[in-house]
């Protein structure tokens, strides 16, 4: 079975930046599309950003694109969220996830079999 830890979340001020890593274990995912979900207090989980298997294709939600970057490391098994410009509404709990099933980035959590147990990012006015 396959694991994966997310690392790097915090507490920031707006404007500032943070950097989440998540780590893959017991299985490569290094073929599966990976993505990064967050959920914010009172909300619903949402997708905020994927990568296909070779990190050439990547897909954004509208409210982070242009301050967000997704990156893979398919040899080291890792997936990065670079997240500049960070604003308040930005704040929540970030997943990262892996999906076996498509050869697309899908924005619904229900594509994706696996997940992390999530970092928390708090981001100040």
């Known amino acids: 079975q396959g694991q994966l830890v997310e690392s790097g979340g915090g507490v920031v001020q707006a404007g500032g930046s943070l950097r989440l890593s998540c780590a893959a274990s017991g299985q490569t995912f290094r073929n599966q599309v990976r993505g990064w979900f967050r959920q914010s207090p009172g909300k619903e989980r949402e997708f905020v950003a994927g990568t296909s298997w070779s990190g050439a294709i990547t897909r954004y939600a509208d409210s982070v694109k242009g301050r967000f970057t997704i990156a893979r490391d398919n040899d080291k098994n890792m997936v990065y969220l670079q997240m500049n410009e960070l604003r308040p509404d930005d704040t929540g709990v970030y997943y990262c996830?892996?999906?076996?099933?498509?050869?697309?980035?899908?924005?619904?959590?229900?594509?994706?079999?696996?997940w992390g147990q999530g970092t928390q990012v708090t981001v100040s006015s």
């Open positions: 996830a892996a999906d076996r099933q498509h050869n697309y980035i899908s924005a619904a959590q229900a594509d994706y079999d696996y």
